[in-house]
């Protein structure tokens, strides 16, 4: 009988270009956003606020309620990002570029908003993103990557020797196969962000 599942070790492994090409396309909009005056025209400053909104709806929420809500909630809100990227990847790759995108620039525009305001940058990357980004930003590349190998071998061109529907399966198979592992690094992620980070950021603010 066949297996159902793929040895996660194996999906990454298979996946690693992926995994950097995901990372760097998050890391070039970040660094982008945060050298560059990009946000302040209307269109990219509208979508930006909207955004900054949203994050600090869930933040106000996360820090009236208690741990194991507030955890919940991070982990949930980490969890349908991350699945779309993964699971709707096949459409082109859309959802994963759009979701790197948004995402790199939110963290380069706080990073710069942080600068002008004069708080360190340093400081805030190694005590306020670091030690939970370590787990979450690793489940978000590998999932992004997924994603964008579905939209690329199921529009573009399927994996060598097989077809676009073997390709899809293929693929699929080892969405799935990641999915505890994600599941693991978000809990992880989201229990150090309610209960260590804002410890270490009283530190620097």
């Given at each position: 009988?066949?297996?159902?599942?793929?040895?996660?070790?194996?999906?990454?492994?298979?996946?690693?270009?992926?995994?950097?090409?995901?990372?760097a396309?998050?890391l070039?909009?970040?660094?982008?956003?945060?050298?560059?005056?990009?946000?302040?025209?209307?269109?990219?400053?509208?979508?930006?606020?909207?955004?900054?909104?949203?994050?600090?709806?869930?933040?106000?929420l996360?820090?009236?309620?208690t741990?194991?809500?507030?955890?919940?909630?991070?982990?949930?809100?980490?969890?349908?990002?991350?699945?779309?990227?993964?699971?709707?990847?096949?459409l082109?790759?859309?959802?994963?570029?759009?979701?790197?995108g948004?995402?790199?620039?939110?963290?380069?525009?706080?990073?710069?908003?942080?600068?002008?305001?004069?708080?360190?940058?340093?400081?805030?990357?190694?005590?306020?993103?670091?030690?939970?980004?370590?787990?979450e930003?690793f489940?978000?590349?590998?999932?992004?990557?997924i994603?964008?190998?579905?939209?690329?071998?199921?529009?573009a061109?399927p994996?060598?020797g097989k077809?676009?529907?073997?390709?899809?399966?293929?693929?699929w198979?080892?969405?799935i196969?990641i999915?505890?592992?994600?599941?693991?690094?978000?809990v992880?992620?989201?229990?150090?962000?309610?209960?260590?980070?804002?410890?270490?950021?009283?530190?620097?603010?």
């Amino acid at each position: 009988m066949l297996s159902l599942f793929f040895p996660p070790g194996q999906v990454i492994k298979e996946n690693k270009n992926w995994f950097f090409m995901a990372a760097a396309i998050f890391l070039g909009c970040s660094i982008v956003f945060y050298i560059a005056p990009v946000f302040t025209e209307p269109a990219a400053e509208g979508a930006m606020d909207t955004q900054l909104e949203q994050l600090e709806g869930i933040f106000s929420l996360v820090m009236e309620t208690t741990p194991p809500v507030g955890i919940a909630l991070i982990f949930m809100n980490n969890f349908l990002s991350m699945a779309q990227m993964l699971l709707l990847g096949f459409l082109a790759g859309i959802s994963p570029l759009i979701t790197l995108g948004i995402n790199g620039a939110l963290v380069g525009a706080l990073l710069s908003f942080s600068a002008q305001e004069g708080v360190p940058v340093l400081p805030v990357i190694v005590f306020g993103l670091l030690p939970h980004g370590i787990f979450e930003l690793f489940a978000f590349f590998l999932c992004a990557a997924i994603g964008l190998k579905f939209g690329y071998h199921c529009i573009a061109s399927p994996l060598p020797g097989k077809t676009r529907g073997q390709s899809f399966r293929y693929i699929w198979k080892e969405a799935i196969s990641i999915l505890p592992l994600v599941v693991a690094l978000l809990v992880t992620a989201a229990v150090i962000e309610v209960l260590v980070t804002p410890q270490l950021m009283e530190l620097i603010l």
